[in-house]
């Protein structure tokens, strides 16, 4: 039965490795110059909070930082393959680790116990702590309940909580071909979750933003509108 079991996957692995690159080929032929580069941005939304958090003398929290690149990062990548399921999943992890990293700055006990895996906080908790931080200036309320039902939408695909968050019932899994509707669900998800991640950290900043340096200062307020640049204005 090992010799067969293994014999059929050294038959398989070629033939999945076939199916995801000929799904990476027909997403970059289809994903436009627009999205494509409002997609990538994203990804070193990450990277230059690293390098603003060194520039403020907050080395000790690159785990999570890197961590939350690799969230993004495996996002999107996930979707040029079309798994969109493990890609919103990857979503949901880069708002707990974000909202983590906002807490740990302040709680340098709850943060070395957190990393010996002796320390867990609720996201209703983290929220209520977030939502009253003196760092924000303005009602951060709504954009809280905004990154909430994110958090829930994005839970839904890790619990299966219906059909319609499974891969399965994707129509580009049902033809193993690239789905321009399946694609814009996970692209529309993929740019608030960044948008409402990164204003939060602008808003939460705002003190110290001019201790960014420029290029990552005006990658990062870029994203922003312009109704939204006045908030971290001082």
Not at 144 to 156: D, G, P
């Amino acid at each position: 039965m090992r010799k067969a079991i293994l014999e059929k996957a050294k038959a398989d692995i070629p033939l999945y490795f076939n199916d995801f690159k000929e799904f990476w080929d027909e997403s970059i032929v289809n994903i436009n110059d627009n999205d494509l580069h409002e997609i990538y941005r994203a990804t070193v939304v990450p990277k230059n909070y690293k390098i603003a958090f060194h520039n403020l003398g907050l080395t000790e929290y690159d785990l999570l930082i890197d961590e939350i690149f690799e969230d993004v990062n495996s996002s999107f990548f996930l979707s040029l393959i079309g798994l969109y399921r493990s890609a919103h999943m990857h979503l949901r992890s880069s708002i707990e680790l974000t909202l983590q990293l906002i807490y740990f700055i302040h709680h340098p006990i709850e943060f070395n116990q957190w990393k010996n895996g002796e320390f867990v906080l609720k996201h209703d908790k983290i929220m209520e702590y977030i939502n009253k931080h003196p760092n924000f200036e303005s009602d951060i309320s709504p954009l809280l309940t905004r990154i909430t039902q994110n958090w829930k939408k994005f839970s839904k695909h890790i619990h299966g909580e219906s059909p319609i968050f499974f891969q399965c019932e994707l129509d580009s899994r049902k033809t193993n071909s690239f789905k321009i509707r399946d694609f814009n669900i996970w692209k529309t998800n993929y740019t608030k979750n960044i948008y409402s991640l990164n204003k939060l950290l602008l808003l939460f900043f705002k003190a110290d933003l001019s201790r960014f340096p420029t290029k990552s200062f005006d990658l990062l307020t870029e994203l922003l509108s312009e109704e939204d640049k006045v908030l971290i204005e001082h």
